[in-house]
């Protein structure tokens, strides 16, 4: 038995979200899902995000089932989303295709947090990937450090979440812009009735006498130096939260977490 999902445009943000981890019927334990992608024009690191947390729920979903993906026709597109979704069981079909992205563009492919070790253990991958990309201690410092904590917070906050949350990381053009990608399963954000409300308090709030983990991502930037733009999209709630200021809106539903970082150069 076959289930079909087919993918096109832009595999990038919000828009990506929506295409991936909408709810979906389960069907029998040994269905395949065919992913086509052949009409997908871009894809970023919520992108790659996205398509393994569905990928990984399919699996779990399925215990004899597989997936498989059909790339993008664009040669660029394909490489970069193979980067970009790094290795896969043999339960997952996806050929290599002939075209590779540019030497370290991809920092971190898309990669399960099952605990906080994991966390960590990414961590000193992604810095080692930083250096060897001649990225500068500085802001390898930053992204690392980044990285680690949204990560540990997702595991920590979304233990009800029936999937792994799941991280990416990746340089975007010639700018050099450094991008951050956590996206989790967890319900606690997104299911709420007014999840806005939650996310405009996060910039200011105080937990225990401590400021939360966003919070400290924004301080550490301030400290560091760079420039960090954080989102956030949880159910219909979505924050943007820049160096001047900071936002929420209403936006079309996606369950789950997903917090982005946007470091420039």
């Known amino acids: 038995m076959s289930a079909w999902l087919s993918l096109t445009g832009a595999l990038t943000g919000e828009r990506a979200l929506e295409q991936l981890l909408q709810p979906t019927p389960v069907e029998a334990a040994d269905t395949e899902l065919c992913m086509n992608m052949l009409a997908a024009e871009s894809v970023d690191v919520v992108g790659a995000a996205a398509a393994r947390m569905r990928i990984q729920r399919h699996l779990r979903e399925h215990p004899q089932g597989s997936v498989t993906i059909w790339p993008p026709r664009r040669a660029g597109v394909a490489a970069r989303l ?22 370290h563009s991809v920092l971190l492919p898309a990669t399960a947090i099952v605990d906080s070790d994991r966390a960590r253990l990414i961590a000193e991958v992604l810095l080692d990937q930083c250096e060897e990309g001649r990225i500068s201690e500085r802001r390898a410092a930053y992204i690392t450090v980044a990285a680690m ?117």
């Open 82 to 103: 193979f980067a970009l979704l790094g290795e896969f069981s043999e339960r997952v079909h996806f050929e290599a295709p002939d075209t590779e992205v540019p030497a």
């Open 149 to 265: 904590e949204i990560a540990d917070n997702a595991v920590t906050h979304a233990g009800d979440a029936p999937d792994p949350p799941v991280v990416a990381v990746a340089s975007v053009g010639r700018e050099r812009i450094v991008e951050i990608a956590v996206t989790d399963a967890g319900a606690a954000i997104s299911e709420l009735k007014d999840p806005n409300s939650f996310l405009a308090a996060i910039p200011g709030r105080v937990l225990d006498g401590h400021r939360g983990f966003l919070s400290t991502v924004m301080i550490k930037a301030r400290e560091a130096r760079v420039d960090a733009i954080v989102r956030v999209v949880a159910g219909t709630g979505r924050l943007l939260w820049t160096p001047e200021q900071h936002r929420t809106e209403r936006g079309n539903y996606v369950p789950g977490t997903t917090v982005v970082v946007r470091i420039a150069a």
